[in-house]
């Protein structure tokens, strides 16, 4: 017992297939997968053109070269072409550019609420997990209630008393997703406070906030951060329904969500125009979902022996 | 063994190999094993985790899987050849003429199915019934396994029926339709003795009805009741083969003598546990090599072959153990200092404890207990599952107010105080339970682990305040090195594990440890050694430990004292000697009868002579 062994090597038999499936998942954590790597690459592209659309414009200046907003009506509704890419719209702008520009208010909603609704919910299901019985009690029956409406609802709900903004549909998609995360972490918090590790550390004479600070909260919080990057799809996709209802960030700033809603219009006389916010949506939230998953397939590699 | 088993084996197995072939490369999980078995007999295989005797039984009933790349040079059963077998060939098979049992009867049994029906599954899926007489079948099987009130337990589901009750529930769906062969995977590891004892008497019934029976475990013990025959695996081999009294009374490989040294036994000295090393089998050469005491570099180098040794036995070993070389009486452990009889650290005085069952009636766990834990002692706690014991350790840690009665530590209070006022003395009271690995946070390494446990100051940051020095230190008691620091404990074996638990449980320097089931996981060669370093810190530090375990075996290596827990109250307390020899309780005699023991007897049928049992209740 005094030589150090992996574990792998201590139990090669049968044991060992479960050790070497173990092996196997370590083995590609250094060597990513094509699909979640084609995945991320994508996502920091888009977070580039969240980030720095000027650097963006300035990176593709042969293809175009005209701000989201020029308007230009003598050349509206063309296809795809030289200058142009994704062709222009309704009113000339180039749909490239907006497609660019529109990337930022789409990930602010989906980035932004999540993390909004990770730490509110975070709070809300730790206080309902281990602040007593009444306020536990409380706590998940308002959950219940928040969760009795359809997410997109409680979101509209939300709006239409703040009225339309990109801040506003921050703040409606937080709320909406925030109860889902809460009852989530109450359920981690209870088995992780049930935990030998944490009975182990009571029995030491450990304070309980000390528990509470190092022991309950990482190991609440580790599986939540994985749900939570799935969640960003969830919100990028509630996001672009809001401005697709016109209640997300107000003309002329692009939004993928509100882009598509104009495009509708004019599907008869340019069929593309809707083709790249929508493909900019799926792409960005296929890859956040695929992301997700990677990190979740990782995580559970890690955890299972 | 009837006298009717005829001389063609019903199972025989020649040069079976089974490989795995992984992202990582091939695993040989089995290599060159050769098995026979008649009607009527057993054939016990064991082996410590990992020594490839489940894959054998799963290759043998063709389940080793998709991965697996069986090979073998004969692989007959009922004359049949089984490598030439189409998928549904081996599902005629498997349930009609050979029954599989599993360890966990809670998991093998479908929750959402009544016993009944799982029963007469196999008779209905292999035309052996019908409708009009199968529920009647049924209940004659579940009788036949020993089922009480059948007529009632056919209706009932899994979760209500006991873990033995369960067991033969299982049993009496692999026997449902006659196989003539039965594999049974430990099929009594995670029950109590004297439920051990009737599932063996079960097993017994039907091997002398004329059922082959295949049994697969890490038990001697267990195995001494039941074979006639045992085949030692290590490492994917058989390095010994033989009849079972002869072989258990002078085993001839080394693994063998050493796997027989490492059973705690109830009757006889106790003795010094074999100091074994500890390492994996070795891939080329022989695979015991790297733990044996008598290995050469021939043994290093060259893989034994099997040689025959005596009538009927063989020995795959270049150097087989002899009476010279080998089996020489263990020392008897250096004497246990008198504990200094007087002081008491804890006084459990009446407690009684009591929890709501889901039916809204009180249940009594633990009745009006007392007992002392004297400084320096070690106290045994023994009894069945459900008897309390748990429950008195989690009231003595003051995990649990008792309902009734008081604890003292060290003469002063220690349940009903405020968990304030508690909190500071509570590193005084540590605990070691059966599954460490679940009782360190995962994110944590070793080190982490044990420096949080560290008194005082040097808590959190061990690195930067010098308690890295201490926890090397404590690391090195328990006979683990510095390198293991940053391990998860994911990554260690499950030896080591325990090792690190006993590790942190000494780092605040307790008077008092706990330890539930603390061996109950390992294999029994791991076992040895974890007792016997518990004894040596017993010895070194002076440190009291009260110490569950359903095992009598076990306790009696460890313990000075001993307290006969049975429905919650404590039904005989004393020496352990004189409990053990002369036990005054109906429930501590019936306890000790059920105990599985080897005696290294002449005549294996006479083993199962202590089988009178019929439970204890």
Known sequence: MTVPQTAATATPYDDGVRAAAARSRTSRRRVPRPVPLLAAAFFVLVFVAAAFPGLFASLFAGLFNQGPNVVDPAAALRGPSQGHPFGTDQLGRDVFARVVYGARPSLLVGLGSTLLAGAAGSVWGLLAALGGRVAGEAAMRVADVFLAFPSILMALLVVAVLGPGTGHAVVAITISLAPGFARIVRVQALVVRGSPYVRAATNLGLPPWRILCRHIVPNVLAPLLILATLNVGTAIIAGASLSFLGLGPQPPDPEWGSMLAQARDYLDASWTLAVFPGAAITLTVMSVSVIGRELQARYEGRESR | ?617
């Not at chain 2, 009933?61 to 030439?84: H, K, M, Y």
């Not at chain 2, 009130?149 to 009932?156: F, G, P, S, T, W």
């Open chain 2, 1 to 617: 063994m009837t006298g009717a088993a005829p001389a063609e084996p019903l199972l025989a197995v020649e040069r079976l190999s089974v490989d795995f072939t992984t992202r990582q490369g091939v695993v040989r999980a089995v290599r060159d094993v050769s098995l026979s078995l008649r009607a009527g007999e057993c054939l016990a295989v064991v082996g410590e985790s990992g020594s490839g005797k489940s894959v054998t039984a799963r290759a043998l009933l063709g389940l080793a899987g998709r991965t697996a790349d069986v090979r073998a040079e004969i692989l007959s059963f009922e004359g049949r050849d089984l490598r030439r077998l189409s998928p549904g060939q081996w599902r005629k098979l498997r349930g009609r003429r050979a029954g599989y049992v599993l360890q966990d009867a809670l998991t093998s049994l479908d929750p959402l199915r009544r016993v009944g029906d799982e029963v007469a599954e196999p008779l209905e899926v292999h035309g052996l019934a019908s409708r009009d007489t199968l529920d009647e079948q049924v209940i004659e099987l579940l009788a036949e396994a020993g089922v009480p009130d059948a007529d009632v337990r056919y209706l009932q589901y899994p979760h209500e029926l006991s873990g033995g009750l369960r067991q033969r529930a299982l049993i009496a769906s692999a026997i449902a339709a006659r196989p003539s062969l039965l594999v049974a995977d430990e099929p009594t590891t995670a029950l109590d003795v004297t439920v051990q004892a009737q599932v063996l008497d079960l097993l017994k019934g039907m091997k002398d009805a004329g059922t082959a029976v295949l049994l697969i475990s890490h038990d001697l013990a267990v195995v001494a009741r039941l074979a006639d025959h045992i085949a030692i695996l290590y490492g994917g081999m058989v390095v010994e083969r033989g009849p079972a009294a002869a072989l258990l009374a002078a085993p001839a490989h080394p693994y063998a003598v050493d796997l027989l040294a490492a059973v705690p036994s109830l009757d006889g000295p106790v003795t010094e546990p074999p100091a074994l090393r500890s390492a994996p089998p070795a891939e080329t050469g022989c695979p015991y090599a790297p733990r044996c005491s008598l290995a050469d570099d021939r043994c290093a180098a060259e893989l034994p072959t099997p040689v025959p040794y005596g009538p009927d036995r063989m020995v795959r070993c270049w150097r087989p153990v002899t009476d010279e070389t080998g089996r020489r009486p263990r020392p008897a452990p250096p004497a246990q200092p008198a504990p200094a009889r007087g002081r008491a650290v804890v006084t459990v005085r009446g407690v009684t404890k009591r929890f709501r069952s889901p039916d809204a009636s009180w249940r009594t766990a633990v009745d009006d207990v007392s007992f002392d834990l004297m400084a320096g002692e070690a106290l045994g706690l023994v009894g069945e599952s459900g008897s309390g014991k748990s429950t008195t350790a989690r009231i003595v840690l003051a995990e649990f107010e008792p309902d009734a009665g008081s604890v003292l530590l060290d003469g002063q209070a220690w349940s009903g105080l405020r968990e304030r006022d508690r909190r500071a003395r509570r590193s005084r009271v540590q605990l070691i339970d059966q599954d460490p690995l679940s009782s360190f946070d995962p994110r944590f390494t070793v080190e982490r682990v044990i420096a949080e446990a560290l008194p005082g100051r040097s808590r959190g940051d061990a690195a930067r305040r010098g308690g890295r020095d201490r926890v090397v230190e404590l690391l090195g008691e328990v006979g683990l090195d510095a390198g293991l620091l940053g391990r998860r404990p994911g990554q260690l074996s499950g030896g080591q594990r325990q090792r690190v638990a006993i590790a942190r449980a000494l780092a605040p320097n307790p008077e008092v440890i706990v330890c539930d089931e603390p061996v109950s996981a390992l294999d029994v060669t791991v076992q040895a050694q974890i007792l016997a370093l518990l004894a040596r810190l017993r010895r070194e530090v002076g440190v009291s430990l009260l110490f569950i375990s359903h095992d009598l075996g076990v306790v009696r290596q460890v313990c000075d004292r001993v307290a006969v827990m049975k429905d919650g109250a404590v039904v005989e307390i004393g020496e352990i000697d004189t409990v053990f020899r002369s036990p005054r309780a109906a429930y501590t005699r019936a306890l000790l009868a059920a105990v599985p023991r080897i005696d290294a007897g002449p005549a294996a049928g006479k083993l199962a002579s202590a089988m009178d049992l019929k439970g204890p209740t």
